[in-house]
């Protein structure tokens, strides 16, 4: 592809947290430096938000290998998605399949957490093995050295369907003592949590990730019986643990999430959790309506953006992807802001009313163009 050049933008620059007026070159997979002279492919912005690919940090993209995984591709570049990391679909039994299959055949970028169970989350008909017994942790340990370049973190799923209550938390510190070797974070999935979620969180390191943090199931969420943010959890945060909302279609209660954001409780992290029970369908639907959603909710534009681009690019270890800096990789989002109602439910049947949406007009992953809507460019 030749140079492209993006032109009449408001153009956000997550890595800088700056907005300006301003056209952008793309040529060779960068960003250009300056705009060059001749012929040129000239993309109208007019009207619309210019920014980083996005990254859903949460993503199920084993398609065909387990039961909720998505069509990578499909899933991502409609959605002004360029890079993702899988939320463990895979252990370390499976990953490899996962990266000479699907991986292979992706154009998204795709990285991965890996689970601590080594069979990963191949089927919803039984829970995987969480128990601390069954860590391979010496395969786990030669993936992360064989793969260093794709493996970014390991998950950890903590629910009480899942584990029980003495074995969650042995299961915990020893995923916190591979995480310290393997110099990784780790992502602990908290729905219907298997132990207090106050002492789940005073375990866990800075970076280190909750995911599902507005989950509403079993005996206790983030709030207390009071409605308010549970000390242990905002003690967590000040230590610089993350919490990402990872929607999904089952782990997600829009009441929780609106008392804890009224408190100020927002998200690190915004994250799909995309996957075959919500695939461009309510509750899930894709990326893009969950970050309207907060929107809708009181977050500022920006701190929903930087929520799906600075923060994911820092614990994956590359902070160019949210940059447009000159020079940098061209991951670009073309994004609009559309006044349109949309009504937003959960599985618990609460509902919320929404008045504007994002909606991606143009994707481009390292220069080229991966979508465009039919009526944009």
């Known amino acids: 592809m030749g140079t492209l050049i993006i032109r009449s933008g408001k153009v956000y ?21 300056g705009l060059p002279s001749g012929d040129c492919e000239v993309v109208d912005a007019s009207g619309c938000i210019v920014t980083a690919g996005l990254i859903d940090y949460h993503v199920h993209y084993f398609n065909h290998g387990t039961e909720n995984g998505v069509n990578p591709d499909a899933a991502s570049f409609p959605c002004g998605i360029t890079t993702v990391v899988d ?13 000479r299959g699907v991986m292979s055949f992706s154009d998204v970028r795709i990285l991965n957490m890996l689970l601590m169970g080594s069979g990963g989350q191949t089927t919803n ?7 601390e017994r069954y860590f391979d942790r010496d395969k786990i340990r030669a993936l992360f050295r064989t793969y260093p370049d794709n493996l970014v973190g390991l998950k950890l799923r903590l629910s009480a369907d899942i584990i029980g209550e003495n074995e969650a938390e042995k299961s915990l510190r020893a995923t916190v003592a591979v995480a310290e ?8 999935h908290i729905t219907d949590p298997a132990m207090d979620l106050e002492k789940l969180a005073g375990m866990l390191r800075r970076n280190d990730v909750i995911c599902h943090v507005y989950q509403g199931k079993g005996r206790e969420t983030i709030l207390d019986e009071n409605g308010m943010v549970r000390k242990g959890i905002m003690d967590a945060r000040e230590r610089g643990v993350l919490f990402d909302a990872s929607n999904g279609c089952n782990n997600y209660d829009l009441e929780i999430s609106r008392k804890a954001m009224k408190q100020g409780f927002i998200p690190d992290i915004i994250s799909s959790d995309i996957n075959t029970a919500g695939f461009y369908l309510q509750p899930l639907h894709s990326l893009p309506r969950i970050m309207s959603k907060y929107l809708d909710m009181g977050m500022c534009l920006e701190r929903v953006l930087d929520a799906v681009t600075v923060c994911p690019a ?35 049947g609460h509902t919320f009313t929404g008045h504007q949406v994002i909606v991606p007009q143009m994707t481009i992953k390292g220069g080229k163009v991966m979508y465009c809507q039919a009526d944009f460019a």
């Open 314 to 348: 820092r614990l994956i270890g590359r902070e160019e992807l949210a940059s447009l800096d000159m020079g940098g990789t061209a991951d670009v989002a073309i994004l609009k802001l559309v006044e349109k109602e949309v009504c937003y439910r959960d599985r618990k």
């Open 87 to 99: 939320g463990g679909s895979c252990g370390a039994a499976n990953y490899e399949m996962y990266r």
């Open 181 to 188: 070797e393997l110099g990784c974070n780790i992502c602990v």
């Open 125 to 131: 008909q039984y829970p995987e093995h969480m128990e």
């Open 13 to 33: 620059n997550p890595a800088r947290h700056e907005w300006s007026y301003k056209d952008i070159a793309v040529k060779d997979g960068r960003i250009m430096e």
